[in-house]
């Protein structure tokens, strides 16, 4: 599991995900995602190059998620493929952060 | 005649990293088969799922908590087997626990048997020789008309 970590303009940290999010890559970027929780700021996650995302890469993004909520600051993932999708639907991962379409959709969800 | 169905199985120890190993040995079978790959998908996501729960949930009385896993593919779909001998567990019948994901719920987790039942077409369960034996099965999706 491939992660990249930078700003965008706003100030909104934006977390690019690449490869599958399994056991060991959950477990790979875990420690990114709890220093990424520190930070307080907005996060975006573009999925869009995860292949795979279960219960452990779940586990990985809850727990930055409400993290942040704790503080009042909101994270959206954006960009899922089909099987990763129906994964965070089915979990109900999407009623605790936004999963939008694109940057531009997940930009504004952490916004408001 | 319709082809034979292929098979493949495998041991497993109760440890997460061999779970991993036994995902990625689902998805290269998939693979190989030239499987749909939302068929792949979800195998990959039920045999997480169930392995995971058992390591870290299955309490092995007897026995060195070994755990089988078995790939059959066939025509209309495919079919998984688990088989552990930890203490009976029934995924088909067991009451899911409520999922944590209440924003301010400081557990996390709860998601592995509704995901079981949402990617799997079937699932059945039996308890022999002291062993939890899971079937899941996986139909192809229909071809287009």
Redesign the interface.
Known sequence: MDIIVDEVATGVTRVVLDGRM???GATSVDDKFAVIARRRRPVIVDLGEVT?L???G??TL??C??AL??DGVKMALYNPR??VD??LR????D??MPVVADQVAAMAAVSR | MPPAPRSYSRLLGKS??E??DA??WV?EIADGASLD??LS??M??CV??AL?NIVRHGRCAVGPGEIRLAVALAPRGARVTIEDDCVPFDVTSAVAAP???E????E??G??I??IR??ASRLAYARDNDRNRLILEFDRSPAPA
């Not at chain 1, 089915?90 to 991962?93: D, E, I, L, N």
């Not at chain 2, 924003?103 to 400081?106: E, F, I, S, Y």
């Open positions: 399994d056991i060991d795979f279960a219960s452990m779940i586990r809850m727990f998620a409400k909520l704790a089909p099987g129906k994964v089915t979990s109900g991962v009623t605790v | 997460l990293p779970v991993g995902v990625c998805a790959p939302n998908y979800a990959q996501v997480e799922e995971t999922a944590h994901n924003p301010d719920d400081p996390i987790g998601w592995g509704g995901l949402a990617f």
